[in-house]
């Protein structure tokens, strides 16, 4: 027992259990954390020497990609890109669909006794010179001549013509599409018709005014329903001029439409209304 | 015979084409709300390279595409282009050799003849006000653009009547 005690190998067992115990009692001590804290800090600015070293080493033995590989990701991203520009398309043409179904249900909300379809422009007749079109929307979907055409701004014209899948519109700018209309403020009556001088300026006139009339510029100016062709209070201009016909020198007022009929692109056929005969 | 079809056949997609074109919203340049029109003078260059049968045909083709199109009483293009046509076709065969300076000469009276009757047609019978506005306004445009692209169409119709054929 003596000698086994006098062994330097028991005073170091000793020396390690006293040491161990020590640091165990110190991490529940103050003292603990100042010592980890100062030990980061001596050796942090090794750490991020060593880690540059490390990274610049890892990058210089990075395998480079071959020419295949590069050319195998340049065509998925293409693949991918044009998937992305096919769907681009998509969502501009449904936001160009919910757009034009908004204001069908609007105007629908605004006018709850009219019957109407939407129609789109097919084409634009180069030689009709008071800028009428042609829709897609025929006999079979209920178009009829002398159908009113509409935007949610207010009226383009009427059918002329109709075949099964299409029908042929002259616009109010022409002297063949006459309405009966009226200034919403004043009450006056008049004859809605175009001519060619008033055509060329996007304007149409409000013709045979009574002498005793109190249109004003900046009027609003409807359709009065009178004849049955057209549905009352649709909005068709507003009044920019009054002026004497160089024919007759009857009054008349220059009326600019509110809906724009050279860029019609989408329109609203009207199919039947109440005044209707 | 065989580059005989495929000459027509490149002929009767060239009108379609450009008769779609023609009617196209926002396509072709306007000045004034007047646009340039191919279809006419096209017409005109093929009676010149091909003659008076042919020339009539595809007058009566054009005539045909023109009159189905919007608010046209069916008949009036037909006969018109079908016309000069023939007459276009007559005088390159009959009586001169087709160069640019003769096609571009016999062209240009065509067209001016072609847009003075459809605007006696359309306008002056009708009896619409301002006749005479609607000429110098619409019409003479009309003509100026017919004449500014007489070059374009010879240039493209050319090829089609010199490489298609047999000789």
Same mark, same amino acid.
């Given at each position: 027992m003596?000698?086994?005690?006098?062994?330097?190998?028991?005073?170091?067992l000793i020396a390690f259990v006293l040491i161990t115990t020590g640091v165990a009692i110190l991490n529940f001590t103050w003292i603990a954390p100042k010592i980890s804290a100062g030990i980061n800090y001596?050796?942090?600015?090794?750490?991020?020497?060593?880690?540059?070293?490390?990274?610049?080493?890892?990058?210089?033995?990075?395998?480079?990609?071959?020419?295949?590989?590069?050319?195998?990701?340049?065509? =998925?991203?293409?693949?991918?890109?044009?998937?992305?520009?096919s769907q681009l398309i998509d969502?501009?043409?449904?936001?160009?669909?919910?757009?034009?179904?908004?204001?069908?249900?609007d105007f629908k909300k605004q006018n709850p006794g009219l019957k109407f379809i939407s129609g789109k422009v097919l084409e634009k007749d180069n030689n009709d010179l008071f800028k009428g079109f042609t829709l897609d929307q025929g006999t079979i979907n209920g178009v009829k001549i002398n159908d009113p055409i509409v935007t949610d701004k207010g009226l383009i014209g009427r059918v002329c013509e109709v075949f099964d899948s299409s029908c042929v519109v002259k616009t109010i700018l022409s002297p063949e599409v006459k309405a009966g209309v009226?200034?919403?403020?004043?009450?006056?009556?008049?004859?809605?018709?175009?001519?060619?001088?008033?055509?060329? =300026?996007?304007?149409? $006139?409000?013709?045979?005014?009574?002498?005793?009339?109190?249109?004003?510029?900046?009027?609003?100016?409807?359709?009065? $329903?009178?004849? $049955?062709?057209?549905?009352?209070?649709?909005?068709?201009?507003?009044?920019?001029?009054?002026?004497?016909?160089?024919?007759?020198?009857?009054?008349f007022a220059k009326i600019e439409p509110l809906a724009d009929i050279?860029?019609?692109v989408e329109v609203f056929i009207i199919t039947d209304f109440a005044e209707r005969k | 015979m065989q580059y005989k079809i495929f000459r027509y056949f490149a002929y009767s997609l060239e009108?379609?084409?450009?008769?779609?074109?023609? %009617? &196209?919203p926002i396509m072709m340049l306007d000045f004034w709300s007047n646009r340039a029109s191919?279809?006419?003078?096209?017409?005109?260059?093929?009676a010149l390279f091909e003659g008076e049968e042919v020339g009539v045909s595809f007058g009566v083709f054009a005539g045909i595409l023109l009159d189905s199109s919007v608010g046209y009483s069916w008949g009036f293009f037909v006969i018109l282009l079908g016309i000069l046509g023939y007459i276009i076709g007559l005088i390159s065969r009959d009586i001169i050799n087709v160069t640019f300076l003769t096609a571009m000469l016999v062209c240009a009276v065509a067209t001016v003849v072609f847009f003075i009757f459809s605007f006696f047609y359309y306008n002056f019978a009708q009896r619409y006000?301002?006749?005479?506005?609607?000429?110098? %306004?619409?019409?003479?445009?009309?003509?100026?653009?017919?004449?500014? &692209?007489?070059p374009i169409v010879y240039y493209l119709n050319r090829p089609l009547a010199i490489n298609l054929n047999e000789q």
């Open positions: 003596r000698n086994f005690l006098k062994k330097d190998g028991l005073k170091i001596i050796t942090a600015p090794l750490k991020k020497v060593s880690g540059a070293i490390f990274g610049i080493a890892e990058r210089s033995i990075e395998r480079k990609k071959t020419a295949e590989e590069y050319e195998n990701e340049i065509a =998925q991203l293409k693949t991918e890109n044009t998937k992305l520009k969502y501009y043409e449904t936001k160009r669909e919910n757009a034009q179904y908004l204001k069908f249900y009226l200034d919403v403020k004043t009450g006056d009556n008049g004859v809605l018709m175009g001519n060619i001088r008033l055509a060329d =300026q996007n304007l149409t $006139g409000m013709m045979y005014l009574p002498s005793q009339n109190t249109i004003e510029i900046g009027d609003t100016v409807v359709t009065s $329903g009178l004849g $049955g062709t057209y549905p009352k209070s649709l909005p068709v201009g507003i009044v920019k001029e009054l002026s004497y016909d160089d024919y007759d020198s009857s009054l050279k860029n019609a | 009108m379609i084409i450009f008769f779609v074109l023609d %009617r &196209t191919l279809l006419v003078p096209i017409v005109f260059m093929i006000q301002n006749a005479w506005y609607i000429f110098w %306004r619409h019409y003479l445009i009309k003509i100026a653009f017919g004449l500014l &692209t007489l």
